[in-house]
């Protein structure tokens, strides 16, 4: 069936050579010698009676036909080691992709719980703002995403709603009475499609806020809740991610009227159906659900 097939050791040599244009990088990648790689694509030319590189002085291209061998070629390598790690990935592994944010700021914090109550699930998590496609991206079991819960999705479940709170440091509040134009933090979200709420029209709904009050923008919520622990400023950020400098009274929260009245978006978790029954995925999901929902630092957590 195969049998007019290139060996895979040539295969692969092309694609990384087409990948990087360079007989050499794809030398370095494969830890040969670059003239190893030349002769197996000179070899496979010659098998398909094709030339599949334009070569030049310090440089290669590839030809339409080498251009169409690489998109296939990539392809069934990416198919073939996507498999391969999913075969041999031990049953304990869990890998877990969220957003740098919450990873930061409430997950990791939390792992050790996670740990006590499953020593034996080994946890990777890969933090990162750009949207995986789980479906696709084999890399990882499950991810936890930020935005607005699809509820037509069977492998979305929600979370739960974020409430968003004004926070910062005693002393800056403290020095409102003197600063008639304070600082408010604000994310700017990277992602273009999450809904942008009218801070500064609800800001002017809550009587206490000075009307001078200035609004400062950061691309994550770790920004903006560094940049009020360090006295820059009036975090309006989720009182989730808040929870650890709340807890250790790093920051604290003015009882304004009003400041209840902006909610956030949704916390939600999408688990596609190769990983749904896997137990480590259900582990991670049950305990993230419940302790969610048992508060953000429970009583047997709290200092003494």
């Not at 709170?165 to 990277?190: D, I, R």
Request: net charge neutral.
């Amino acid at each position: 069936m195969f049998a007019r097939l290139p060996s895979l050791s040539s295969l692969r040599t092309f694609e990384a050579a087409a990948r990087l244009l360079s007989f050499k990088s794809a030398a370095h990648e494969l830890n040969v010698s670059p003239t190893a790689v030349s002769h197996q694509i000179r070899a496979l030319e010659d098998r398909l009676q094709l030339c599949l590189f334009e070569r030049r002085t310090r440089s290669v291209e590839l030809t339409p036909e080498g251009e169409r061998l690489a998109a296939a070629a990539h392809k069934a390598m990416h198919e073939l080691n996507e498999t391969v790690n999913e075969l041999t990935r031990q049953a304990n592994q869990l890998t877990v992709g969220t957003t740098a944010s919450f990873a930061a700021l409430w997950l990791v914090p939390k792992l050790h719980l996670f740990q006590q109550q499953y020593p034996g699930v080994e946890l990777n998590i890969q933090a990162e703002d750009q949207l995986r496609d789980v479906e696709q991206d084999r890399r990882v079991d499950m991810v936890i995403r930020y935005g607005c819960c699809p509820q037509a999705n069977a492998e979305a479940s929600l979370l739960g709603q974020e409430a968003l709170g004004l926070f910062a440091t005693p002393a800056y509040w403290q020095q409102l009475s003197v600063h008639s134009n304070p600082s408010v933090l604000v994310t700017s979200w990277k992602n273009p499609r999450l809904p942008r709420p009218n801070v500064q029209a609800w800001l002017q709904t809550i009587e206490q806020m000075p009307s001078a009050a200035q609004i400062r923008s950061f691309d994550d919520e770790n920004q903006v809740i560094q940049a009020a622990l360090a006295g820059q400023g009036i975090a309006l950020v989720s009182r989730l991610l808040v929870a650890l400098p709340l807890h250790n009274g790093w920051l604290t929260a003015e009882p304004w009227k009003g400041v209840d009245n902006l909610r956030g978006l949704d916390y939600y978790t999408l688990i596609p159906e190769r990983s749904a029954s896997r137990s480590t995925v259900r582990q991670f999901a049950s305990w993230l659900d419940a302790t969610l929902k048992s508060g953000l630092y429970p009583r047997h957590e709290t200092q003494n």
